[in-house]
């Protein structure tokens, strides 16, 4: 039987999602804690690759059983095996026909900035101690759901076999006098593709970039004109939505 885990984490101390050769990854983990609760080897299957320190309020992972699971029982017991940094919200059994990635309709991550320092949001938010004229970057924002193409945000050298993706919502949402929070939905991302999209929005804020430039940055499908890429700390993901399936 297939069945759906959803999680969350704290990805400081992780080399991304993805098990790597060299570091240690959340996937690892959690591969290691079914295998020894279940007795058998299980490779899980996640929604999508968060990077080295992008942390997640929400990821979704399948694997393959060949026996019955007792959802409730697992959930605890992983709770009680994983790290402190991660956490199981549930498991249940889905359809065989359910893919943890593939079945995905829309992610939503957050990343979040402060313009005043504060010792309590410094390993989840971005610290900046520049004007940013919010107005601005939300009418660039306002432009992406427009394109299909993000070759412009996309890592140099990505094994991507397309850049295409749609993007339903991209906002900059105050929570304070100072601190923001930038909100944006797709079907899909690519590997890099959020924290790029901040980083040229930041030189649009910084009136480095005109609106208009920032148009030519998407259109251009260049990496080098689109702005620096900002720091994992502050990207969440926060939300994955399957069609008739509650996470």
Same mark, same amino acid.
């Given at each position: 039987?297939? *069945?759906?885990?959803?999680?969350?984490?704290?990805?400081?101390?992780?080399?991304?999602?993805?098990?790597?050769?060299?570091?240690?990854?959340?996937?690892?983990?959690?591969?290691?804690?079914?295998?020894?609760?279940?007795?058998?080897?299980?490779?899980?299957?996640?929604?999508?690759?968060?990077?080295?320190?992008?942390?997640?309020?929400?990821?979704?992972?399948?694997?393959?059983?060949?026996?019955?699971? =007792?959802?409730?029982?697992?959930?605890?017991?992983?709770?009680?095996?994983?790290?402190?940094?991660?956490?199981?919200?549930?498991?249940?059994?889905?359809?065989?026909?359910?893919?943890?990635?593939?079945?995905?309709?829309?992610?939503?991550?957050?990343? *979040?900035?402060?313009?005043?320092?504060?010792?309590? &949001?410094?390993?989840?938010?971005?610290?900046?101690?520049?004007?940013?004229?919010?107005?601005?970057?939300?009418?660039?924002?306002?432009?992406?759901?427009?394109?299909?193409?993000?070759?412009?945000?996309?890592?140099?050298?990505?094994?991507?076999? +397309?850049? &295409?993706?749609?993007?339903?919502?991209?906002?900059?949402?105050?929570?304070? =006098?100072?601190?923001?929070?930038?909100?944006? +939905?797709?079907?899909?991302?690519?590997?890099?593709?959020?924290?790029?999209?901040?980083?040229?929005?930041?030189?649009?804020?910084?009136?480095?970039?005109?609106?208009?430039?920032?148009?030519?940055?998407?259109?251009?499908?260049?990496?080098?004109?689109?702005?620096?890429?900002?720091?994992?700390?502050?990207?969440? &993901?926060?939300?994955?939505?399957?069609?008739?399936?509650?996470?």
């Amino acid at each position: 039987m297939r *069945y759906f885990i959803t999680l969350s984490y704290d990805g400081t101390r992780f080399h991304g999602w993805q098990v790597q050769p060299n570091g240690i990854s959340v996937q690892e983990e959690l591969d290691r804690g079914l295998s020894l609760l279940l007795r058998q080897d299980v490779r899980t299957t996640g929604a999508g690759r968060t990077d080295a320190g992008v942390h997640a309020r929400m990821m979704v992972a399948h694997f393959d059983s060949d026996g019955k699971v =007792d959802c409730q029982q697992l959930a605890y017991k992983l709770n009680k095996l994983l790290p402190r940094d991660i956490s199981i919200e549930h498991v249940q059994p889905v359809s065989s026909e359910l893919h943890a990635r593939f079945s995905a309709i829309s992610r939503t991550y957050y990343y *979040y900035i402060h313009t005043v320092k504060d010792p309590f &949001l410094r390993h989840y938010s971005c610290e900046l101690h520049y004007p940013l004229d919010f107005a601005s970057m939300n009418a660039a924002a306002a432009l992406l759901p427009a394109y299909d193409d993000f070759a412009a945000f996309c890592k140099s050298h990505a094994d991507v076999k +397309t850049t &295409l993706c749609q993007v339903t919502k991209a906002e900059w949402t105050p929570l304070s =006098d100072s601190q923001w929070r930038f909100e944006i +939905t797709a079907n899909r991302f690519l590997r890099n593709m959020v924290r790029a999209v901040v980083g040229t929005l930041i030189e649009v804020g910084r009136q480095r970039l005109s609106i208009d430039d920032f148009r030519r940055v998407v259109e251009g499908r260049r990496r080098t004109e689109a702005g620096e890429s900002m720091p994992a700390c502050a990207l969440f &993901l926060q939300r994955i939505e399957y069609d008739g399936l509650c996470g």
